[in-house]
């Protein structure tokens, strides 16, 4: 909850806004970045394989250190580290800019991977807290996914306009100088959670120690690809050494940095496997098309970005539609239809080539992919984050974004090496690209698959729930934990009160 105050004095509107704006910074950061990779590559001397490390970097920290991100914030304050994210991010951007080699562009990237892990978990957090209502909460996150939409759009632009133009190194100098301005206004308006809220946390340092030295290994070890090599085995049984230990550690103390009961939901862990086979489509899909546009099409830097018109000012629209659709019909529904989009998205540009012009395969594609985009990720992250306890809304988003972060970071680095490895057979750097796309489709595939197997429909929750209550007021008992595991299902619903409300 948020301090009395504060939460008075300040309009939900505005703070929901310094919110998007942290948001919009993140995801236009990323996609302008994705623009201007065959420019960097050029005037940096990237390898084929150096290339992916400078998403990758990125990715790597921010998925590693969601966790503790979040609940540092549940412990000590959500506001105080959305703050620190920023001004790390923004700090971190200005050395990306002033960049001349490979290892420090990708080492700053890193730094600011650091900074989004800080800030994205807490302002979702903060949005939970600030928006009771879950109807209005639905809302909100809709709006904050739409501020992605936005920044993806104007990323796309920036991008394509300052690498054609004034050069690449502006992506980063305005990433830092917005960073910097949105931390101060953020300063005056975000309320604090309170300190009733923050004395009831309590931290697993050495949980927490483990899951991130865990995920780093894993991680990084999957991203290098390079399997013949001595360091990626031993990142590799060293990961899985200390996930374990992870696990052990979990189960002993009184306070686990991850409750491993949040599993037990079917609702909660069918969603957040859904986001990492979403994120992966995401990185995929941009990387490749973004490739495919200026090094087999012959496309420049500003008409890639025009290109990708399609797949960003749309979702400004599509974003909270699906906010507004999900309390009425339910997140099934619309991940069905929002994965599937996905995957056609990502088959019309798979046949794509050097002699195909932009209307009859590319702008579907974009477009088709804009729908899949909004109707997916709105509708899973609303599904997920209605499921957080009390003491554990920065916890819950943080999860939910490792999953989608961690778990992207793997699928786009398996999928970057068997491109390579594709190109290296046939010489084709067109065919490798082709390939890493019809991994995208088969990911969305299997969204569609998990979702429709595992994601109850809104009338069967619906069901639950009213059974439930009527054989709890016959019995005129309190729920058993047996019971409470069902209503922790029933909590994965669109519809189902969060915590705090009841």
């Not at 590559?41 to 150096?50: H, T, V, W």
């Not at 590799?236 to 949040?262: A, D, R």
Request: with cysteine.
């Amino acid at each position: 909850m948020l301090t009395p105050k504060s939460a008075h004095l300040t309009p939900k509107w505005a703070i929901l806004v310094v919110f998007c704006l942290a948001q919009f910074i993140d995801v236009a950061n990323l996609s302008a970045v994705n623009i201007s990779l065959p420019t960097i590559k050029a005037e940096l001397n990237f390898s084929e394989s150096q290339l992916p490390w400078i998403v990758n970097a990125f990715t790597l920290t921010f998925g590693t250190f969601l966790l503790i991100g979040g609940k540092l914030g549940d412990k000590y304050g959500h506001k105080l580290f959305f703050l620190v994210g920023l001004v790390w991010f923004s700090i971190w951007s200005l050395v990306c800019g002033l960049s001349n080699s490979v290892i420090l562009l990708c080492i700053a990237r890193a730094m600011q991977g650091l900074g989004a892990a800080a800030t994205i978990p807490n302002a979702l957090a903060l949005i939970q807290f600030t928006y009771i209502e879950e109807v209005e909460k639905s809302r909100a996150l809709s709006v904050f996914s739409s501020s992605g939409a936005l920044g993806f759009g104007i990323g796309l632009v920036l991008g394509g306009v300052f690498t054609a133009t004034i050069g690449w190194k502006y992506i980063f100098y305005i990433s830092a100088i917005m960073g910097l301005l949105v931390a101060i206004v953020a300063y005056f308006v975000i309320p604090e959670s309170s300190a009733e809220y923050r004395a009831n946390v309590k931290l697993d340092l050495a949980g927490a120690i483990t899951i991130t030295a865990a995920l780093l290994a894993i991680v990084y070890g999957i991203s290098d690809g390079n399997w013949k090599s001595v360091q990626v085995i031993v990142c590799l049984i060293l990961g899985v050494l200390l996930l374990g230990l992870f696990v052990w550690i979990e189960k002993k103390v009184e306070s686990p940095m991850l409750p491993l009961t949040i599993f037990r939901t079917r609702m909660f862990t069918a969603m957040l496997i859904v986001g990492a086979l979403y994120q992966t489509w995401y990185l995929v899909y941009n990387l490749y098309c973004t490739l495919i546009f200026q090094e087999v099409m012959g496309y420049g830097a500003l008409n890639t970005a025009y290109a990708f018109f399609p797949l960003a000012f749309p979702g400004l629209v599509l974003n909270p539609l699906a906010g507004y659709l999900i309390p009425k019909v339910g997140a099934k529904p619309l991940l069905v239809i929002g994965t599937g989009c996905m995957a056609v998205s990502a088959a019309l540009f798979a046949i794509a080539d050097a002699d195909t012009s932009y209307w009859p395969l590319p702008f579907p594609s974009m477009c088709i992919g804009e729908i899949g985009i909004a109707m997916t990720y709105t509708s899973a992250m609303v599904a997920a984050l209605t499921m957080a306890k009390s003491g554990e809304h920065g916890l819950n988003s943080a999860v939910f974004s490792v999953a989608m972060q961690a778990g992207s970071g793997v699928g786009l680095a398996i999928t970057n090496a068997i491109s390579e490895a594709v190109i290296h057979k046939t010489g084709s750097s067109l065919k490798g690209y082709q390939v890493g796309l019809w991994i995208g489709f088969a990911v969305t595939l299997l969204c569609v698959g998990i979702t429709l197997v595992f994601v109850p429909s809104k009338a069967t929750l619906e069901k639950k729930k009213l059974a439930r209550a009527e054989k709890e007021a016959e019995a005129g008992n309190i729920p058993s934990e047996s019971s409470q595991v069902d209503d922790d299902e029933i909590k994965g619903s669109d519809d189902a009160p969060v915590e705090e409300n009841k």
